[in-house]
């Protein structure tokens, strides 16, 4: 069975840091895209990041410069490095498989002094 | 990038009847490969995002018959064919063609 279940969200001040983890069981995680969707609370979805099965990796204008997204083969995790935090980062994070087509529960991020 | 606009924004729905969602997008979803990478999500409160449906028309594994997804190039639809209690929620589209892969603004559903 697949499962994404993500971790490392919380509360942090406005240009703080945090590392959210994507425990995954069912597949590898170099298998396939892996992506960092968020969804602001009352709002839409944005898919904030992305590496490819071929390390290929894609960041949101509105990201690029602050998060990383990386992959360990060997725990079969996906992470995201989230620096410089704004009050506009504040948001459920998902990690999800391939295309969008599993999701984790998310994760709350809140960005606020 | 390419902009998602879906409409309508709201629908009430009475059981057992049909209901449909446009999403547009400003370019063609068409990749270098053929294929068209539109897929459709669906939303419950508190939950997080199920596809429904991949590639314009593709239906999710478990993914009942009732939805049915069509379109080309820059139009496309979601059809429900008799909307049951469980398929409230907020239906997003979601392309996935070229980076950035975006999303339409949601579309609610509710029981009338």
């Known amino acids: 069975e697949v499962q994404l279940v993500e971790t490392g969200g919380g509360l942090i001040q406005p240009g703080g840091s945090l590392r959210l983890s994507c425990a995954v069981s069912?597949?590898?995680?170099?298998?396939?895209?892996m992506s960092w969707v968020r969804q602001a609370p009352g709002k839409g979805l944005e898919c904030v990041s992305l590496i490819s099965y071929d390390n290929a990796i894609y960041y949101a204008d509105s990201v690029k410069g602050r998060f990383t997204i990386s992959r360990d083969n060997s725990k079969n995790t996906l992470s995201l490095q989230m620096n410089s935090l704004k009050a506009e980062d504040t948001a459920v994070y998902h990690c999800?498989?391939?295309?969008?087509?599993?999701w984790g529960q998310g994760t709350l991020v809140t960005v606020s002094s | 990038d390419a902009v998602l606009t879906q409409s309508p924004l709201s629908l009430a729905v009475t059981l057992g009847q049909p209901a449909s969602i446009s999403c547009r997008s400003s370019q063609s979803l068409v990749f270098s490969d053929g294929d068209t990478y539109l897929d459709w999500f669906h939303q419950r409160p508190g939950q997080s995002p199920r596809r429904l449906i991949y590639k314009v028309s593709n239906r999710e594994s478990g993914v009942p018959d009732r939805f049915s997804g069509s379109g080309s190039g820059t139009d496309f639809t979601l059809t429900i064919s008799r909307v049951e209690a469980e398929d409230v929620g907020v239906y997003y589209c979601?392309?996935?063609?070229?980076?950035?892969?975006?999303f339409g603004q949601g579309t609610k559903v509710e029981i009338k």
């Open positions: 069912g597949f590898t995680v170099n298998s396939d895209f």
């Open positions: 979601m392309q996935n063609t070229g980076w950035p892969w975006t």
């Open positions: 999800a498989r391939g295309r969008l087509r599993a």
